[in-house]
């Protein structure tokens, strides 16, 4: 598994259903892909005055992303996005 390093969080990204309600299926880029995730991981924060300042994100939380914010990587056919905190817009509830 990935570990963070100060203020990035790694992100796993959902899967995308490429069929519709009435079975269509999608190809290619028909859907596009929504910039949802669940974090996977967070780093330990940043100092601030001296002080370590924790993230606002926990490990679970389904969050909305910059798009073009990210860093890919692929491990054991499972795709995570690295990607700092203040890139992170929204926490979904």
Known sequence: MLKPLHDNVILKKEKVEKKTESGI???GDAKEQPNIAEVAAVG??????G???PLTVKVGD???YKKYSTTEIKINEE???IIAEKDILAIVE
């Open 25 to 27: 299926i999608l190809t």
């Open 44 to 49: 330990e924060g940043t100092y601030v005055d």
């Open 51 to 53: 002080e370590l300042k």
């Open 62 to 64: 389904k969050v909305v």
């Open 79 to 81: 795709e995570y996005l």
